[in-house]
């Protein structure tokens, strides 16, 4: 199922978050949001996940506009990891990831949504985690947990806000590998708002830089993500190295 996004504006009290904002998405492409704090990143995932109601633009889902669709249809396409997570009940891992499947309950849990469930903690590795308390889990298991929760929902569109943002570095990497390869795999797409530039270069397909609410460049990794780019956005001096086929970005002293 194709996303695109026509000319999205935002504002709140007079205040412009975005503008002219626009862009496509077809199955098994993961795109990355890069900018600074403020540009605009995280608004655009609410946008399109309607947690934000948009009053100019269009967003499209397999063609039929988001606008017209209530939340329950919208969220058996599309499912959102967000940055934190805080419930006020005790749940298990098991109960966690069962929430994805409310959009499809409607008396009852089935046979069938446990089976979703289990498929997609033991595709996700954490099988062996079901029976213990959400609460009690490291960062990076939390971060798995959230992230079956969301593949549950079987969604066509995966949104995720900043999904490495509290792991250390071997779990970023653990956690992007898997994501990519089950995105890959069930052949869905990703929007993700990201900080870290070479995660961004190594596990997207397209990346999309924001600059004060608007989009100052949108396209192929290789062509958008390069050293006047990044000194535009951030405001920072870079080169680019490749090992193993694989650009990174590397911060050089300013001397202005």
Same mark, same amino acid.
């Given at each position: ?36 704090? *403020? ?5 655009? #995932? +609410? ?9 100019? *633009? ?5 063609? +039929? ?9 919208? @969220? +058996? ?20 990831? #069962?929430?994805?499947? +409310? ?17 997609? #903690? ?17 960062? *990076? ?6 992230? %079956?929760? /969301? #593949? /549950? ?11 490495? @943002? ?14 990519? $390869?089950?995105? $890959?795999?069930?052949?869905?797409? /990703?929007?993700? %708002? ?33 050293? $006047? ?5 951030? *405001? ?21």
């Amino acid at each position: 199922m194709q996303l695109e996004v026509k000319n999205l504006n935002f504002s709140y009290n007079n205040y412009s978050f975005l503008q002219e904002i626009s862009f496509s998405l077809k199955k098994g492409e993961i795109l990355s949001i890069v900018g600074p704090n *403020g540009s605009g990143k995280t608004t655009i #995932l +609410k946008c399109i996940n309607k947690i934000l109601n948009l009053k100019y *633009g269009t967003i499209l889902l397999g063609g +039929k506009n988001v606008k017209n669709l209530s939340l329950k249809e919208i @969220s +058996k396409h599309i499912s959102f990891v967000p940055q934190n997570f805080s419930s006020a009940f005790t749940l298990s891992v098991f109960e966690m990831v #069962l929430l994805g499947r +409310k959009p499809y309950i409607k008396w009852m849990v089935s046979s069938n949504d446990e089976a979703i469930v289990m498929n997609t #903690l033991e595709m996700m590795e954490i099988n062996d985690l079901s029976f213990r308390f959400f609460s009690e889990l490291s960062g *990076g298991e939390k971060q798995k947990v959230l992230i %079956a929760k /969301a #593949l /549950a929902q079987e969604p066509d569109i995966i949104i995720l806000d900043e999904p490495t @943002s509290n792991l250390d570095l071997k779990h970023q990497f653990k956690i992007m590998n898997l994501l990519k $390869k089950i995105i $890959k795999e069930k052949n869905i797409s /990703a929007v993700m %708002a990201i900080h870290d530039l070479n995660l961004a270069l190594r596990f997207s397909d397209k990346i999309m830089m924001l600059k004060n609410g608007l989009i100052h460049a949108y396209g192929d990794i290789n062509n958008i993500l390069n050293e $006047k780019n990044v000194k535009e956005v951030f *405001g920072i001096d870079t080169v680019i190295y490749y090992h193993s086929g694989f650009p990174y970005i590397i911060p050089i002293e300013n001397q202005e």
